[in-house]
């Protein structure tokens, strides 16, 4: 499975190929990775915010 693949399975973009039932704890995991992979995203469109725009901004 490719990174970009599962990022727009994480993110619910595409969907699952697995038709096999994922447990509970499974569950959890993909939620929390979905959580981290947001912040994440956040973090970095924050810094790209400061280092790029912001300066371009201020001249």
Do not use: C, D
């Amino acid at each position: 499975m490719g990174i970009w693949q599962q990022i727009a399975e994480y993110l619910y973009l595409k969907k699952k190929t697995e038709e096999t039932p994922a447990g509970s704890w499974m569950k959890y995991m993909h939620g929390m990775n979905r959580i981290s992979l947001i912040i994440f995203l956040l973090g970095l469109g924050v810094i790209i915010f400061k280092l790029v725009i912001r300066p371009l901004l201020q001249r």
